[in-house]
């Protein structure tokens, strides 16, 4: 066993409001400036749709991530001979127009403008070239068009459905989306890691956020090919890649990230989990439905005092470990199992977990009004979005893996239903209670976690002892001239 710490995170999706306010908390902090006018190192999209950009999910066109080669991960985009031979040339990468041009608009002529009998407007004006331009995309172009044919007929996720189920879900009267909020996930397999030709990306040993050093980067690109998320984007001013830091320098200083903090739905929660480094690649070899399950093994409980011995062996604080026991993340994906990870099938194992929605199952029959247990399960069964295209999304395919998340979400309801409106039996609640698996009290849990919490529980950052890290790894005079390496180990290049 060797654990690590990782700062982890959950979205919720059924609190996400798609109010973008995360995405502008995170562009004022770090990415509005020449070059990365473009780059949304968070961004929400609608769900279903194409996202941004647009159809980074089908890695048949981008090949990110990674893809099993008999008993070995490899990268998607090839091994060394491919990364080679895409140097110079990559046509796996996105392109501007998959992202959006950047524009802004011609503020000065609303008040610059000689005195006419018209009324003067300020035309959009390109960000790259200074010209004026029309506006053919955003990175939000397709927010809340559910059903439209340009954008949720092709998202991935859909294409691969039966020809029935993607008419059940474009049936007008049967329309339904969510908002997916995205953020790097600080994957502990991360593809971008691997693919740089530079070694420029680490993983910080102490808590797993995944940098690029600028000093070393060389604009390969190749991380933005190898995340198959595509959280890595090229700053065409100043040559260099970059990506989500996680607000490391405001968890140093005890704060949430910035989009967590400002998050109006409250959906975001952040905490360290310990897990077992030396199981990462036999949990990444899994097969796709088996992903979500592997990863989630992967995860160490903080109160085993063989994990707490071998964590204090291998380096890690003892607050850091505290931290670990209240982690809103542990609970959410290892304690309650209601947290996936999104596309766990890419194989980096993303350290980003989402609580599936629940609403547009239920808001089918009855505005949602079910008043038995076993309504409430057949559902799932009929629900709008149909139980294969979230399967797609969290848990490589597998919809038992998601059935098992609704069945202890909808017991919440139930259970929460019965105590505010009190219209439910006694027997059909404990019948949702038995067949979800979960207690009176865990329920309870679950729903003050989702519902009550205070910052404060929602987000533990743990204290980041950087000088204490950089101690234990090396000493601390070469690391003012070097930066960027794993504590323990370097990163395992596998191409
Ligand atoms: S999401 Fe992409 S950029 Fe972030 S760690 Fe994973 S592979 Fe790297
Ligand atoms: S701020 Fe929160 S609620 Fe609003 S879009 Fe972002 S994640 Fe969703």
């Known amino acids: 066993m060797n654990p690590r710490a990782q700062v982890s995170s959950v979205f919720h999706l059924d609190k996400c409001i798609g109010c973008h306010t995360c995405s502008i908390a995170c562009k004022n902090l770090w990415t509005d400036r020449k070059g990365a006018e473009y780059m949304w190192w968070n961004n929400v999209e609608t769900k279903p749709g194409t996202g941004y950009p647009t159809q980074w999910e089908d890695q048949q066109q981008y090949q990110g991530g990674w893809e099993k080669n008999g008993t070995q991960l490899q990268l998607k985009m090839g091994g060394r001979g491919g990364l080679l031979g895409k140097i110079f040339?990559?046509?796996?990468?996105?392109?501007?127009?998959?992202?959006?041009?950047?524009?802004?608009?011609?503020?000065?002529?609303?008040?610059?403008?000689?005195?006419?009998?018209?009324?003067?407007?300020?035309?959009?004006?390109?960000?790259?070239?200074?010209?004026?331009?029309?506006?053919?995309a955003g990175p939000n172009w397709d927010d809340d068009l559910s059903g439209s044919n340009i954008y949720a007929a092709n998202d991935p996720g859909v294409v691969r459905l039966r020809a029935e189920e993607q008419a059940q879900m474009f049936a007008i009267e049967k329309m339904v989306m969510f908002y997916l909020p995205r953020i790097c996930n600080h994957c502990l397999n991360a593809g971008c890691v691997a693919g740089c030709p530079s070694g420029a990306i680490y993983k910080r040993g102490e808590d797993g956020i995944v940098l690029i050093n600028q000093e070393q980067c060389r604009g390969w690109r190749m991380c933005v090919s190898a995340c198959p998320y595509k959280k890595t984007y090229?700053?065409?001013?100043?040559?260099?890649?970059?990506?989500?830091?996680?607000?490391?320098?405001?968890?140093?200083?005890?704060?949430?990230?910035?989009?967590?903090?400002?998050?109006?739905g409250r959906i975001r929660y952040l905490g360290v989990l310990l897990y077992d480094a030396d199981r990462i690649e036999s949990a990444a070899l899994r097969e796709d439905g088996d992903l979500a399950a592997a990863q989630r093994e992967l995860i160490l409980d903080p109160w085993d005092s063989q994990v707490l011995a071998a964590a204090r062996k291998a380096g890690v604080p003892e607050q850091v470990l505290t931290a670990a026991r209240r982690s809103p993340v542990y609970k959410f994906v290892k304690e309650w199992g209601i947290a996936l990870p999104l596309h766990p099938e890419f194989r980096t194992l993303p350290m980003l977990f989402y609580v599936p929605p629940l609403l547009p199952l239920l808001a089918q029959d009855n505005q949602g009004v079910q008043k038995q247990a076993e309504e409430f399960f057949t559902t799932l069964e009929q629900a709008r979005l149909p139980i294969e295209y979230l399967a797609g999304l969290f848990a490589g395919g597998n919809a038992e893996e998601v059935k098992a998340v609704y069945r202890k979400l909808m017991a919440v309801r139930i259970q929460r239903r019965h105590a505010s409106v009190g219209d439910l039996a006694d027997a059909d609640v404990a019948r949702a209670r038995d067949l979800a698996q979960l207690s009176k009290e865990t329920i309870d849990a679950i729903y003050r976690m989702t519902a009550l919490t205070r910052i404060q529980e929602r987000i533990v950052v743990p204290p980041m002892l950087r000088d204490q890290a950089v101690e234990a790894g090396m000493d601390p005079e070469v690391y003012k001239q070097e930066m960027g390496f794993g504590r323990r180990q370097p990163p395992k290049r596998r191409w």
Not at 239 to 256: D, H, N, T, V, Y
């Open 89 to 136: 040339h990559n046509p796996r990468l996105p392109t501007m127009d998959d992202y959006y041009e950047p524009f802004t608009y011609a503020y000065g002529d609303l008040t610059n403008a000689p005195a006419g009998d018209d009324q003067p407007t300020a035309r959009p004006v390109s960000m790259v070239t200074g010209k004026p331009m029309n506006i053919e």
């Open 234 to 264: 090229y700053g065409w001013s100043t040559g260099k890649s970059e990506k989500c830091i996680l607000c490391f320098p405001r968890q140093e200083a005890g704060e949430a990230p910035a989009c967590f903090h400002s998050c109006v």
